[in-house]
């Protein structure tokens, strides 16, 4: 068992990832109703920070990475510039003009996105029934998300094509911030690498307030109790434990685009989140849309079955020696 668990181990993650990333998003949509989501963004990584810096002191007894040589440092903070600033950024800006609904909807291209970036960068590969399993996985997100009817102004707002630029954007900063953390979170730890890509993060908002005269808006948020602690909460699931799994994954699963399509699965684990907490119902085509994507899923895992090794179960700290494929001294 803890074998089979091992083998599997980044998949394993990925798909923690997206519970992680579900939780988050319940903690984040709380934070930014109140103190607004230019203000969250900055507290969600700051509060993070902070934790990295504990676990850091405890665990590694280095409260700041500072034994990642530079190479890794360019990579992770590329990565973080890229998937929290510019990814986020546009993201949450097509929020506003085309509604999370549609932004979520184009959200889900960045697993191709993710695979093509791995192809053209780092050289991984993906054969016929992976990239099936990719589509099938999409399309069960896609029928999931679609469905969605409580947000007003489904007709096409002003704005509409820029909106899905910009959602597509986002998707494009996601999947590119993913594999660019790869170099540099391969063989370190997972916690370290994700604390260096929060710092890029951080960095760049910190730049982006100057420049549009936030700060007063962001100090004045600190005083919001439960705005404050949603934004805290949110960053537990998600910057912190979220992230460092993804980049886990991202180390350990066979490919990058099958890690990046278990971690899109996120609209679909939101459904009984948002029965219980909004009070939604659940439709033919939602449960469909689970269905399809469960089968992707395992589209995706019955693949890589006679690919990868069984080895000894490794915690999500440990380094990533297992992270090479096996197929890949053969000229896969």
Known sequence: MDAAVGAYSGEIAALATAFCWTLSAVFFTEAGKRIGSMSMNLLRLVAAFGMYVAYGALVRGLPLPT????????????SGAVGFVFGDLCLFRAYLIIGPRLSLLTMTLWP??????????????????????????????????????????????????????????????????LV??????????????????????????ALLFVFTRWWPKFFASLKDGPG???????????????VSLML??????????????????????????SVYLYKERFTVRAVLGAVVAVAGVGLLVGRQAPKRPVAPAAAITAPAEHSAKPDSAAGK
């Open 67 to 78: 034994d990642a040589p530079p190479e890794r440092w360019k990579w992770l903070l590329a």
């Open 112 to 177: 191709p996105i993710a695979a093509l970036s791995s192809w053209a960068i780092l050289g991984d590969r993906m054969d016929a029934g992976e990239w099936l399993g990719m589509l099938v996985t999409m399309a069960g997100v896609a029928l999931v998300v679609s469905e969605r009817r409580g947000e007003p102004g489904l007709e096409r707002p002003a704005g509409y094509a820029w909106g899905l630029v910009l959602a597509l954007l986002g998707a494009v900063g996601q999947a590119v911030g």
């Open 180 to 205: 660019l953390s790869k170099p540099g979170a391969q063989g370190y730890d997972s916690f370290a690498a994700a604390q260096i890509r929060v710092i890029a993060g951080m960095a760049g908002f």
């Open 228 to 242: 404050v602690l949603h934004s805290t909460l949110g960053a537990l699931a998600g910057p912190f434990i979220g």
């Open 248 to 273: 886990y994954a991202g180390t350990h699963a066979h490919t990058m685009g099958v890690a990046a399509t278990l971690m899109a699965t996120t609209p679909i684990i939101i459904i009984p989140f």
